[in-house]
């Protein structure tokens, strides 16, 4: 939506994973949109990636809907979940 601020990517090597690297960019990417005038974060994840939904949801996502995307270079069908701050 033309309110949103979008995170494109965002990942965080596996011997670093759980000891809290992830909020550091979640932390900017919210001043960022702040900074932007836009009143939401949106961001969408595999629906597989348990750890990554963990640390969105712990700072402040929240679901909002899920869909399916065919991935035309590799023919995976990959269900993403759309996460938005409820600010």
């Known amino acids: 939506e033309a309110r949103d601020f979008c995170l494109s990517r965002i990942a965080v ?3 670093a994973q759980g000891r809290g690297f992830g909020t ?3 932390r900017e990417y919210a001043r960022l949109a702040e900074a932007a ?3 939401r974060l949106a961001l969408e ?3 597989t990636a348990t750890r990554a939904m963990a640390l969105y949801l712990g700072n402040g996502f929240v679901e909002s809907g899920r869909h ?3 991935d035309p270079e590799t023919g ?3 269900e993403y979940v759309r996460r938005l701050a409820m600010e």
Do not use: F, M, Y
């Open 68 to 70: 399916r995307v065919d």
């Open 24 to 26: 550091i960019p979640l």
């Open 13 to 15: 090597a596996p011997v």
């Open 76 to 78: 995976r069908a990959l």
């Open 45 to 47: 994840v595999s629906s």
């Open 37 to 39: 005038g836009q009143s």
